[in-house]
């Protein structure tokens, strides 16, 4: 067994080898220099060096530990790294796609607006149609009412003179003027005679009788009765009338008449 045997096994091995024929050569050249009582002295510098040695050794395994960390560090920050910009490449395709579906947003909202703005031309044509129908049908309501009221006014002193034994003098179209300078215009009038007094006949014609019309009737026959110094008979002509709206209008004016179109012969 060498002689340093103890101290060589204290270093790493990978300093061993190095250190026994450093010491051997060491002890080779200083054993004809050296004397006997000097070895002591050698061997505790020896020790000494040895010592040092393992410290550096100790201070190099302490390095390395750390730059095996270090290079762990390092490599974890690569790793870290590449998730970053794997991140970054999902997050900017994402970008992408969102700018995509933004533009055909925008595209889309073009064409709506397009649309739109032929759904508008449409609607003002129909619009414009519409009003010139309802001009037309206006006219036609028009043409219709008056059509009524001229039968009704011809035939109504006949029916009346029949049914009633009426005696009409006057029946036409009037315009009745109150004090206060409003007026009503009173489709069918007439005055006459029956059983000796002196009566007015009010009536409206109307294709079709409806509620509306109904109040209007009933609010002119109110007006009247306040002015006309006489007995006022209310006439209803029409086209058709419903028998139960027929039964409720003449339950609510009292004496009302009506009379149908094809009656006015």
Do not use: C, W
Not at 23 to 32: C, G, M, Q, S
Not at 49 to 55: I, Q, T
Not at 255 to 264: C, E
């Amino acid at each position: 067994m060498h002689k340093y045997s103890d101290i060589i096994e204290s270093f790493p091995e990978e300093f061993q080898l190095p250190m026994l024929k450093l010491l051997d050569r060491l002890r080779e050249e200083t054993l004809d220099i050296v004397q006997k009582s000097d070895f002591e002295a050698l061997r505790a510098a020896f020790s000494s060096l040895a010592e040092k040695v393992l410290e550096l050794a100790e201070a190099q395994r302490r390095s390395e530990v750390r730059l095996e960390r270090l290079e762990a560090a390092v490599e974890k920050l690569v790793e870290a790294q590449l998730r970053i910009e794997e991140r970054l490449e999902r997050l900017e395709g994402v970008v992408e796609e969102l700018a995509e579906a933004q533009k055909r947003t925008e595209a889309r909202i073009e064409e709506l607006a397009e649309a739109q703005q032929k759904t508008e031309k449409i609607l003002q044509g129909v619009l414009l149609e519409q009003k010139r129908f309802r001009k037309e049908l206006g006219g036609i309501s028009n043409t219709v009412g008056y059509t009524l009221e001229n039968e009704a006014i011809k035939h109504l002193p006949g029916i009346l003179q029949r049914d009633l034994g009426l005696k009409i003098n006057v029946m036409d179209r009037r315009f009745i003027e109150y004090p206060d300078g409003k007026y009503d215009e009173i489709n069918i009038y007439g005055e006459g005679v029956l059983d000796g007094e002196e009566v007015y006949v009010i009536g409206e014609s109307k294709v079709q009788i409806g509620k509306r019309n109904l109040n209007a009737f009933e609010r002119l026959l109110k007006r009247l009765s306040g002015y006309l110094r006489g007995r006022i008979i209310p006439v209803l002509v029409t086209h058709s009338v419903h028998p139960e709206v027929e039964r409720f209008v003449k339950k609510k004016i009292e004496g009302l008449l009506i009379y149908k179109s094809f009656q006015l012969v």
